[in-house]
Structures are given as C-alpha cells and as structure tokens.
Nanobody, 132 residues
C-alpha cells in the first residue's frame, strides 16, 4: 500500500489560516491518477465518513462540505505531485486530525463529495488545532 504524507498542520487562532499538503514519498507514484479527498477526525470522535473536501482525478471538480464552503479551497499541482487544502478563516470546530486519501473509483468526487470507502491509500494525518 502506498504511503501518503500530509503536512502543514499546526496551532492557529480563530480566523487564521493554514495550508495543508498531501504528497507521497514513494518514487513513481503519481497522485494525478487518483481522486484525492481530505477527511477529518475531531477529538473524541470517529473519522468522518464523508470527505470535507475532494478533487477529482483531472482537477475539474472540487467539492466541499457545507460547513467549509467559502473558507477552504482544494487544488492540485501535478508538476509537484501534491494536493493542497487552503484553509482560511478557521474556526474552533475545524480542530481535527486531517487525513488525505487517494482513490481510483471512476467517478470519485465527480460533482459530489466522496466517502471514505472509495479510497485505497491514506496518510497518517496532520493535526490542526484552532483556538478561540
């Protein structure tokens, strides 16, 4: 199983911003072959089954859970083999471990959010903490 690597988490005050990155340290593995989803797990809760945001394989469809619309932006840079999640105007309820995942399901994130069962490869997560 390919290992994905998240980075960019940290501690930020309410209203602040963070930029998360998802890539891989496995040579020859191209993220542009997969839909990429971001999932989060809040303290004391299970990992959410629906992606907070996702982007399809060719970058033509980006989707967001309602609570983050207008604040988060997902993008992919194929040349750098990286997917980003720009998070602005962060709120305490955004506090969670954020995981990126890659999936090969044909229509994953094609005009819709994706569920965790559609993804094959996962990172270990990066912690985002938003203080009041």
């Amino acid at each position: 199983q390919v290992q994905l690597v998240e980075s960019g988490g940290g501690l930020v005050q309410s209203g602040g911003s963070l930029r998360l990155s998802c890539t891989t340290d496995v040579s020859g593995f191209s993220l542009d072959l997969y839909a990429i989803g971001w999932f989060r797990q809040a303290p004391g809760k299970e990992r959410e089954g629906v992606s907070v945001s996702c982007v399809n394989k060719d970058g033509t469809s980006a989707n967001y859970e309602d609570s983050v619309k207008g604040r988060f932006t997902i993008s992919r840079d194929d040349a750098e083999n990286t997917v980003y999640l720009q998070m602005n105007n962060l709120k305490p309820e955004d506090t969670a471990v954020y995981y990126c995942a890659a999936g090969a399901v044909r229509y994953a994130c094609d005009g819709r959010l994706a569920i965790k069962w559609e993804f094959d490869y996962w990172g270990r997560g990066t912690q985002v903490t938003v203080s009041s």
